[in-house]
Nanobody, 116 residues
Framework: EVQLVESGGGLVQPGGSLRLSCAAS????????MSWVRQAPGKGLEWVSY????????SYADSVKGRFTISRDNARNTLYLQMSSLNPEDTAVYYC?????????WGKGTLVTVSS
């Protein structure tokens, strides 16, 4: 059974940091490019960051570049998103996704709330 389980979300103050994790199982994680996608309240889906299957190349949305870092540990089948300098505009449900040869998997998301 394919599973992507996000964790690490919660309430954080503006300017704070948070690390999200995504535990993958049921497929060959190391063969899949991975992304983080988020959905803010009342907004559509926004792509946040991408990392290729081997972890050697990554990219970021302009809104998070310089503040967020995507990484992966293929030996542990885990994807990460390190977030710093958080602001209220980062409040959203964060999803991890995997893609390979037309196969696409989504987790159920973890909520990040940035507020004083």
């Amino acid at each position: 059974e394919v599973q992507l389980v996000e964790s690490g979300g919660g309430l954080v103050q503006p300017g704070g940091s948070l690390r999200l994790s995504c535990a993958a199982s049921g497929f060959t994680f190391s063969s899949y490019a991975m992304s983080w996608v988020r959905q803010a309240p009342g907004k559509g889906l926004e792509w946040v960051s991408y990392i290729y299957s081997g972890g050697g190349s990554s990219s970021y949305a302009d809104s998070v570049k310089g503040r967020f870092t995507i990484s992966r540990d293929n030996a542990r089948n885990t994807l990460y998103l390190q977030m710093s300098s958080l602001n209220p505009e980062d409040t959203a449900v964060y999803y991890c996704t995997g893609e390979n040869y037309g196969m696409n998997y989504w987790g159920k998301g973890t909520l990040v709330t940035v507020s004083s």
